[in-house]
């Protein structure tokens, strides 16, 4: 053993002054006798200090609908508000996401204008079909594919009071909503739900409209709620935002009046059902992407809905200052508001 200063853990023992074991073993052998040296320690080789992580990147310049990880990164940029899109199959989902960025090319919507997006390819490709210029007989949305993760899509908007306000529109299959009914374990994997600070329930007007189907829209949907509330995926006050779609199937529909009347029960019983959870709870109707614009105008609707989302009170009988758009490319009429800050 190596030179150095004996310790003893026996407090009796005084090996340290006279260097003699009070149990008579010799020092070496001493089981109570320890210490160390700096030459008992073995030389080690320093080792370089890990490099920093990289910052996170985007990866913008395709346009497409955002990943949830690129949606996050953006997110933090500007003060932001995640929309929750939530319906059964053929609800019209799709339909209104490209109602909304349609809306905006008309001009500003009760002082909320256009200010950027990084999913202007995505965006212009839910809405071809639905346009003259798709040469579509009617129009036509793609339907988002079962089981794929949920997407986002992205628009920047202007408020002279708030600034920009970046709004992430979610975008997944109906059917996986409709399946969380059936496995409620499901609503385990909609982040897009539980991080969102509106929920928006779509309901079929057409299906509502059709007599042999209405019962079946009418408990069908509610079931959703009461299944994504049950799993927690939607969160304690968040507010909601129930959407009747199609207006133009109702409006010629045999019973208009009936369809109205069936959609305002079915908000009701949710409201009765989770009024002590839900925020404010508010309905809309709308013809985002209409097959008959001769009865309703396309978008109509879509601008008080927008507004909600943006958390802006809109009276019930107040006039939004909405432009019917005339389809031009959405980069041609963007005005860099940032720049005049």
Not at 68 to 90: A, E, F, H, Y
Not at 197 to 211: E, F, K, M, R, Y
Request: hydrophobic content about 40%; proline content about 4%.
């Amino acid at each position: 053993m190596a030179n150095h200063e004996l310790n003893c853990t026996n407090a009796e023992c005084k090996v340290e002054s006279d260097g003699k074991c009070v149990e008579g073993y010799e020092v070496e052998d001493c089981p109570h006798v320890g210490g160390l040296s700096l030459d008992d320690i073995p030389e080690t080789e320093e080792q370089a200090a890990p490099a920093p992580l990289p910052e996170p990147t985007i990866a913008l310049a395709s346009g497409e609908a955002l990943s949830r990880v690129n949606t996050s990164i953006l997110q933090r940029r500007n003060i932001s508000k995640s929309i929750g899109l939530i319906g059964p199959n053929d609800s019209g989902k799709t339909s209104l996401i490209s109602g909304v960025y349609d809306l905006l090319q008309g001009g500003p919507v009760s002082g909320a204008a256009f200010a950027g997006s990084s999913t202007l390819i995505g965006f212009e490709k839910v809405c071809h079909l639905a346009r003259v210029v798709s040469r579509g007989v009617a129009p036509h949305t793609e339907r988002t594919s079962r089981g794929a993760d949920a997407t986002f899509f992205h628009l920047d908007i202007y408020q002279e009071s708030v600034g920009i306000t970046s709004v992430f529109i979610s975008d997944r299959s109906g059917e996986d909503y409709l399946a969380v009914t059936d496995q409620i374990s499901l609503a385990d994997q909609f982040y897009e739900i539980r991080r969102a600070d509106c929920i928006t329930l779509l309901v079929n007007g057409s299906q509502l409209a059709d007599p042999k189907m209405r019962h079946e829209v009418k408990a069908a949907t509610p079931h959703i709620v009461d299944a994504l509330i049950e799993a927690k995926a939607i969160r304690k006050g968040c507010r909601l935002a129930v959407v009747l779609t199609k207006k133009d199937s109702v409006v010629i529909s045999q019973d208009p009046d009936r369809v109205q009347r069936d959609f305002g029960e079915l908000v009701e019983s949710i409201i009765r059902a989770h009024a002590a959870y839900l925020g404010d709870v508010k309905q809309f109707i709308v013809a985002a992407s209409p097959q008959d614009c001769k009865h309703v105008s396309r978008g109509e609707g879509v601008a008080d809905l927008l507004l909600y989302w943006l958390n802006l009170t809109v009276s019930a009988n107040a006039s939004v200052d909405y432009v019917s758009p005339d389809f031009e490319r959405m980069i041609d009429l963007l005005t860099d508001v940032r720049s005049e800050e």
